[in-house]
């Protein structure tokens, strides 16, 4: 729209950056900002700026965090031994959310792909390898996508540890309140393959 | 959550002004673009400050402009006998995506609303006036939106002219493309009092 002064533009074209919002949405937001938010609109630049500069990678476990270690591998109450590795920081948070994990974490920030040019370096799993290699680790958990991406690149970590650790993967099967006639047939395969015995019959 | 970084946690709240935005998107959107948009996130927050610093309403039309008089109001090839009102910018937008509008635009930028102390001073109506009884107006189209505030919004600019122009309010009746049985009875009533005849029977 060449009615639309420069500046709007702009910022409408930024705003598409936003997952899962197209040029309709971009435009929606940016007008509702520049006519009822504008004082917002200045904090929300300021949090973006923020979030970039100020924010690292924690350099045992790849995790967004202010300081050079983050606060769940400082945690002294958290389990020092085990480590879950997860493919972005919204896995972890939803891990966090289920309250039964104790560990410290691993973020690959992504999964491996060769077509992305996305290789073990680009992850950090050569650090993960070396944490769990000369650090006192008992466990590892991985917890990747139930992806081939994502069970590839379980794959190539678990190829890789030369130690004699304990090693699982996310259980596979019917998620907790789904009915059987939506599931797809691989997920039920597992399902049944991975069959739990009852072991109380009262 | 206590472990995400105050700065991450600042962002994905600011995030939240975005219409449609709730806390659960804010999230999703703030990790995406921590872990993958970090560049374009410094430009998404360049784009915010200079919308909201740079452009101001327009004193002729309360459009946003970066200059005084918006490029509406200042283009020579519109209608400058003409003023279509509206109540955003979204609506400026709309109407002239039909291409069949080439006339100059007032935007209220809301309509009136007791209950939120919105008077007519607020929609700069006084300026809308003074322009339609000071300017060579010939026709004021009044496209506020076809609900309680916006009849009432247009009514009240209708009552204050004291001047012998062409007033007229939207067509309003079955949307194109509609089927009649999912339409609600006041547009059905509507569309059948306003009836137009069908003058070529070829």
Redesign the interface.
């Known amino acids: 729209?060449?009615?639309?002064?420069?500046?709007?533009k702009?910022?409408i074209?930024?705003?598409t950056?936003?997952?899962?919002v197209g040029a309709k949405?971009a435009?929606?937001?940016?007008?509702?900002?520049?006519?009822h938010?504008?004082?917002?609109?200045?904090?929300?630049?300021?949090?973006?700026?923020?979030?970039?500069q100020?924010?690292k990678k924690c350099k045992q476990c790849n995790n967004?965090?202010?300081d050079d270690i983050?606060?769940?591998c400082t945690d002294p109450n958290r389990d020092q031994r085990t480590i879950c590795v997860v493919e972005?920081?919204?896995d972890?948070?939803s891990i966090?959310?289920t309250s039964i994990y104790r560990g410290l974490y691993f973020v690959l920030?992504g999964h491996l792909s060769p077509i992305e040019q996305i290789g073990p370096e680009q992850l950090n799993i050569p650090t993960l390898l070396s944490t769990i290699h000369t650090q006192p680790i008992d466990e590892l958990i991985l917890a990747t996508n139930a992806t081939i991406e994502g069970e590839a690149t379980a794959h190539y970590i678990v190829s890789h540890i030369e130690k004699d650790i304990k090693i699982s993967r996310l259980a596979s099967g019917v998620p907790v309140g789904t009915e059987l006639e939506f599931l797809n047939s691989n997920t039920l395969h597992q399902a049944l393959s991975e069959r739990r015995e009852i072991l109380e019959k009262s």
Chains 1, 2 share one sequence.
Request: glycine share 2%; with cysteine; net charge neutral.
């Open positions: 729209m060449n009615i639309l002064p420069v500046e709007l702009k910022l074209n930024h705003l950056i936003l997952p899962g949405s435009q929606r937001m940016a007008i509702h900002i520049l006519q938010k504008q004082s917002q609109a200045l904090e929300l630049a300021t949090a973006l700026n923020d979030c970039v100020k924010l967004f965090s202010s983050c606060s769940i972005s920081l919204s972890l948070i966090e959310q920030l």
